[in-house]
């Protein structure tokens, strides 16, 4: 029998109370309670925010009714044994223990839902509860571009500022706009010629001239395409623990600075960073593009951990995931890898649609070469091979007769093999006592190959003296010294060398890239015992970190030229392996006519080889691998981002949402934020999509990998994708005033930024499609503007309106990036080395063992004289000047840089063999140039950094400090002056 609280009774007495007093009501208690208009909002308003798939939060989802009927928290047509109503019933107090963290549920709402039960709990199967995000399918950056396109930018802007009672500056200088516009599109200062005869130019078209032709510089491409690869993560280490340095990477860089410099339609360019390898495989121009996707942090550990390695894998493409969406869409894709996103309408299906998208990708190089080069290279490689072939085809022979051979006495060898196999946690050989100064360990196998003799470890190596009070005069502090080829690495020369074998302490070991060890004891000594080991007092001996000795002897001398075999493992069985028994027994059975047969052949091989590595390689390039497999699926949803944990299955498919809002067309439905039917991310197969054909994709499961990624290429760029290009005109715009209409150029969603002039953005993006998506004409559109070319100077009237001046009443100024001011510095000084393109030069000294070290370097070379954006930049590397005045580190996309002030930029700019270097090279130049009159130096000098002429007071403090300190200290203060890194 269910008893019932005082509060239940109540409950109950309160809705027949109700009910009779209203008709309407009582009448209600007999109409159909309908899902998704009744309960689903109460589920989604109070409940849906803990209990969802995958929260380990919550006991149950309430997603489905599947998740509740299955953990028997409901029991259609039984309210009063369905747990869920006594979680909701409030108590005495009128509280109830669910929702948790929350109000009751109203009579009301507790009433529908028992009478929803009462009736069946009718849940349409296709119909998933979700959290309702902060914005919907109307948010603004979703919707179709719109605008007046008979205004004009400054149109745009000069009614904002109207309505804010302000209006433009007035027109900046020519000085002033040559430095502005040339830095800007070219990231470098005009030469003094050219502010002279821009600011002599009678022409009312000089400063369109000018523009045009700093948009065909080969200087823009450069500058701008170090805009881009902030925006793509571009770095050339993989990061992580290892972070190790990648050096086939740069023909990206080049691509992308060529494709600037071209004018490629930008829709072009992004399909070709998705797809550029399915777009044209034959053209390695092209293919590169889609190094994109590999072109950010990857962790390549190898964790053997299958559930390591799953999460790995999962952690790699959500990184694709979130530099595609947010590089391209403003979307913040990311947010919904373990459950909707909570602020977009983006949802874990999506996500993971996106996830099939991409699953075929591994990172790695693979050759990039026109379909010529592979032919001349197989043509010059083709009779090479064949004498390989042949040569490793007479050794097989040569081995295989042995190895017969050696099987014939197989029984007889056998017999001899009395002991067990060799052990990593310590092996011992025990012989007659016997004279020695020198004990020698050779290998002849190691236990991880046994063709090979070297890469074996050591941990403790110990010889023992003979008689009755034995020690092991092995050990350094008993005066023995080991030597023995090691592993080295700059950084800790002696990590793995062999004094680790003799120090009396287990864990580190000496790693061999000979086939030796030696021990020189102190003096002579009577020995009787040797120890060995890798893996002492190790849990865990078999992994590949202890490998050790597969077949070995050891030998003693006395002199250390003479050697003697006083133990071997040959009376050991060998590993419990085919490779390592058929490895011994050919071993023991090759004569000396066979090993002289056999080197005769091996040194023709070598020599074929050598003839072989000489035919250069196939160019090379990291646009990651493609494996099929990886791609073949099925895929699932993971339900709280765990690849352990599998829900529904979905396919390569676009962002539900966005397809929505690209219809024009498109009315939200009544309820269609509070539910989703869930089939549009869902492996049911191919559902009509809202808008044309040719925008939204969805793809069968087994849809090749290379489709997948040319449907998402296609997608982003598609005409009803009003994303893409409103998210690329707002990057202009941010590079060009220093913060975009959208002041989060990466994140459009709910907690990005709002346009200040929405109109003008849409203006901008109308624009650039009408263009062909190329982005001079829009640079031109832009700098031509009066907005852009008003001055900088400061109005406090204004700033007590607009303090940021993100109205746009003045031109914003700005420090120049780190890269400006060295490649800056570099030209003033005459030293700028302009030659484009290639592998990149580095500020920093690589070391590399396990894990890799980038040590800065103290004085650069002329080597190292070029523009900044050729620099190798390594990720978590610090390069001083470049990091101090915050080069970002490329660990993570950069769509806006920060712009600090710290004093380590004053003290490294004062103070840096760099700075100092180049203050001597200005002062060269302004003595070439200028001769010996030191009032022209000065000239000179002010013209070269400032493009503008010394008033008389900076004339005369230039003349004293020059007279009293040389012109080399007065060159050094001109490159530390604000006045140099400043942009007005």
Known sequence: MRFFSPWHVLFLLAVMLISAASPNLAGAQNASVDFERDIAPVIQTHCIRCHHPGNPKGDVSLATADDLTENGYLIAGDPD????IELILADDDGEAEMPKDGKALSIEQTALIRRWIDQGAKWPDAVIVREKPKADASWWALQPLAADTDRTIDDYVSAQLAEHGLELSPRADRRTLIRRVTYDLTGLPPTPEQV??????????????????????????????????????????NGFERNVII?????????????????????QFIREHIAGDVIAPDNPDVAVGS??????????????????AAQIRANTLDEIIRATSEAFLGLTVGCARCHDHKFDPITQEDYYGLYASFAGIRHGSVPLATPQEKHERSQSLEPLEKQKRDIEKQLGALDKQILQRANSQRE????????????????????????????????????????????????????WSDGPDPRNVALARNGGKATGPARQIEDFPDAYGPQLAIDGKAGARFIATGNHLTIELEQPTIIRRVIFSSARGESNPDHSKFRFVAEYRIEVSEDGET???????????????QAFLEHRLRRLATSEEDRQARAS???????????????PPLPSAWIGRRVPADAKGPFHVFLGGSPQKKGPVVVPSSLSALDRAANSAHQPMAGEDLVSTGSSRLAEGPKESPQKPDAAYRLEPGTEEAERRLALANWLVHPNNPLTPRVLANRLWHYHFGTGIVDTPSDFGFMGGRPTHPELLDLLAIRLQENGWHLKKLHRQILLSATYRQSSGYRPDAAKIDADARLLWRFPPRRLSAEEIRDTILQISGKLDLTPGGPGFRLYHFMQDN??????????????????????????????LMTDFDQPDCAFSTPRRAETTTPLQALTMLNHQFTLDMADALAKRLESDSGNQLDGQIERAYALCYARSPTQTERQACRELARSHGLSALCRVLLNSSELIYLH
Not at 295 to 303: L, M, S, T
């Open 563 to 577: 050697w003697k075999q006083i133990a071997s493992g040959d009376d050991r069985q060998p590993i419990d392996q």
């Open 291 to 308: 190094a994109f996707l590999v072109a950010g942090p990857y962790d390549d550990v190898g964790n053997q951990d299958p559930v390591q």
């Open 412 to 463: 007889a060898f056998q017999q001899g093999w009395t002991r067990p196999p060799v052990d990593r946690t310590g092996t011992e050989e025990t012989f007659d006592p016997v004279n020695a100064k020198f004990v020698r360990l050779v290998c002849l196998s190691q236990d991880g190959n046994p063709n090979a003799a070297n890469g074996f470890r050591i941990d403790e190596m110990e010889v």
């Open 247 to 267: 050096n086939d990477l740069w023909p990206f860089r080049d691509y992308v600075i060529r494709s600037i410099n071209a004018d490629k339609p930008f829709d």
């Open 601 to 615: 052949l091996q040194k023709e091989l070598n020599q074929i080889k050598q003839e072989i590595a000489k035919v």
């Open 196 to 237: 002279q005869a821009f600011v002599d130019d009678p022409d009312p078209q000089a400063y369109e001239k000018l523009v045009d032709q700093l948009l065909q510089s080969p200087r823009y491409g450069e500058r701008w395409g170090r805009h881009w690869l902030d925006v793509v993560r571009f770095g050339e280490s």
């Open 81 to 84: 044994s369905s747990h869920l």
């Open 851 to 880: 894990v890799c070290t980038y040590v800065p370097l103290d004085e650069h070379g002329p080597e190292t004289y070029r523009r900044a954006v050729y620099h190798q930049n390594a990720r978590a590397s610090v390069v001083d």
